[in-house]
Nanobody
Framework: QVQLVESGGGLVQPGGSLRLSCVASGCIFSIYDMGWYRQPPGKRRELVANMDTGGSAKYVDSVKGRFTISRTNANHTVFLQMNSLKPEDTAVYYC??????????????????WGQGTQVTVSS
């Protein structure tokens, strides 16, 4: 199994900043895309940002210019720097990765893995 552990959520005032971190561990053969999704209260989960192994990133329009995704391939870690936060950014943020495990010395078919989620609340 691949485990994703997130950290860095919390309560922040509008205009503030937070930095989310996510570390992947386990019997990992290879990690492909890493990214962040969020689910606001009563709404569907949406992609916030993701990055491939080459460093190409994509963002949902509502966070462009405010959020920055980065990753360290060697440590299987992905970050989300969130600046100029708005109340509408309030959500549970989930780390996601597409990765292949090693089982019995054999690389398995890539699958999607999710973290447990971290709450981000933007409020005065």
């Amino acid at each position: 199994q691949v485990q994703l552990v997130e950290s860095g959520g919390g309560l922040v005032q509008p205009g503030g900043s937070l930095r989310l971190s996510c570390v992947a561990s386990g019997c990992i053969f290879s990690i492909y895309d890493m990214g962040w999704y969020r689910q606001p209260p009563g709404k569907r989960r949406e992609l916030v940002a993701n990055m491939d192994t080459g460093g190409s990133a994509k963002y949902v329009d509502s966070v462009k210019g405010r959020f920055t995704i980065s990753r360290t391939n060697a440590n299987h870690t992905v970050f989300l720097q969130m600046n100029s936060l708005k109340p509408e950014d309030t959500a549970v943020y989930y780390c996601n990765t597409r990765a292949s495990m090693v089982v019995g010395g054999i690389a398995q078919t890539p699958a999607d893995y999710w973290g447990q989620g971290t709450q981000v609340t933007v409020s005065s």
